[in-house]
């Protein structure tokens, strides 16, 4: 969520993931999908203000287990 906006917002027309041997370790990774807010979900960054753990909405992903 919070790399699109970035993106978006740098204008950036592709992405380069770096470090994702760190997470071949773990059976599962969670992924912020939206968030959940005042006026209803999200899937765009809210203001600094509202961000909350509370708010933050996870799917959880199995890990690969695996290095990289």
Do not use: K
């Not at 919070?2 to 470090?19: D, F, I, K, P």
């Not at 959940?36 to 690969?64: C, H, K, M, Q, Y």
């Amino acid at each position: 969520m919070a790399t699109r906006y970035g993106c978006r917002v740098q204008g950036a027309t592709s992405v380069a993931l770096t470090n994702l041997d760190v997470l071949g370790y773990l059976d599962r990774v969670q992924i912020c999908t939206h968030y959940r807010l005042p006026g209803g979900e999200s899937d765009r960054v809210p203001v600094s203000a509202l961000i909350e753990d509370e708010n933050l909405v996870f799917e959880t992903l199995e890990g690969w287990q695996t290095d990289v």
